[in-house]
């Protein structure tokens, strides 16, 4: 069964996907907040049963989560441009 962090994450991509960026941003940071304080840090992603995980995708929830979070600020296509100062104060801060 899915955990409260990785429904608060999938609640993030639908936000995402929708150009809902500022939604998403502040649900990836409760998703990531929730895992770390709450959650088995080695949890893994509940794929479905026969799912073909990408070679370059972890099975750990918190990573995945992790990698789309850092994807974030790589969007090109986001109009909010992060520096690079910006994008370590938001990664700190998520962890903390």
């Known amino acids: 069964m899915p955990s409260a962090g990785w429904n608060i994450f999938v609640s993030a991509e639908m936000a ?6 500022q939604d998403a941003f502040d649900k990836y940071h409760r998703a990531i907040k929730k895992m770390i304080k709450d959650e088995p840090i080695d949890a893994l992603v ?3 049963p026969g799912f073909n995980v990408p ?9 995945t989560v992790w990698r789309n ?3 974030f600020f790589k969007d090109t ?15 700190l801060f998520v962890s903390m």
Request: glycine share 8%; net charge neutral; proline share 11%.
């Open 16 to 21: 995402y996907h929708a150009g809902n960026m």
């Open 46 to 48: 509940p794929y479905p």
């Open 55 to 63: 070679r370059d995708t972890p099975l750990e929830a918190l990573p």
């Open 69 to 71: 979070f850092h994807g």
């Open 77 to 91: 296509t986001l109009s909010v441009k992060f520096t690079e100062g910006a994008c370590f104060k938001y990664c």
